[in-house]
């Protein structure tokens, strides 16, 4: 998901958003556990998602 897309949600979308993210790093975490995860890099693009929505939220926090 692009910083674009994640400015243009409101609130409540992107704490919406973040829940999904969580659940499936969760998910993407057990299969690479499990060697079920052939693109590991999918998990790495997962977490970096986590993290523009969390930034994106504590800036409109602070702001």
Not at 5 to 17: F, H, P, Q
Not at 30 to 52: E, F, G, V, W, Y
Request: glycine share 2%; no cysteine.
């Amino acid at each position: 998901m692009k910083t674009e897309e994640i400015r243009e949600l409101s609130d409540d979308e992107m704490k919406a958003e973040l829940e999904r993210l969580y659940k499936e790093a969760f998910t993407l975490r057990m299969q690479k556990a499990s060697d079920l995860l052939p693109q590991t890099h999918l998990l790495i693009n997962a977490k970096k998602d986590i993290a523009r929505v969390r930034t994106i939220m504590r800036e409109r926090q602070i702001g």
